[in-house]
Nanobody
């Protein structure tokens, strides 16, 4: 099993930045790709960004492309999401996820093996 713990959420004003972290523990050797999802009130959970653990290839959803940056620290077994130019529409609970197959970051869009508990991000206008 893999345990994922998110941190770094909070309340910020539009235009501000936040950095989320996702620390992985347990059988981390089984992780191929990790990613971020978010769920706003009354909406379905949606894909945000992903990164292949070995090669560092990335994938982003259109709404965040150019504003968010995903990266990882293999030594610390931690993934990050740098969120810049935040908008009220970014308000959601952000979840990290991991999948134990494929080095293609896009695979996590449709398959997730492990989830974190989520961290709230609120952007005020």
């Amino acid at each position: 099993q893999v345990q994922l713990v998110e941190s770094g959420g909070g309340l910020v004003q539009a235009g501000a930045s936040l950095r989320l972290s996702c620390a992985a523990s347990g059988r981390t050797w089984s992780i191929y790709t990790m990613g971020w999802f978010r769920q706003a009130p009354g909406k379905e959970r949606e894909f945000v960004a992903a990164i292949s653990w070995g090669g560092g290839r990335t994938d982003y959803s259109d709404p965040v492309k150019g504003r968010f940056t995903i990266f990882r620290d293999i030594v610390k077994n931690t993934m990050y999401l740098q969120m810049d130019s935040l908008e009220p529409e970014d308000t959601a609970v952000y979840y990290c996820a991991a999948v134990g197959t494929s080095n293609s970051p896009a695979v996590i869009r449709t398959r997730q093996d492990f989830w974190g508990q989520g961290t709230q991000v609120t952007v005020s206008s």
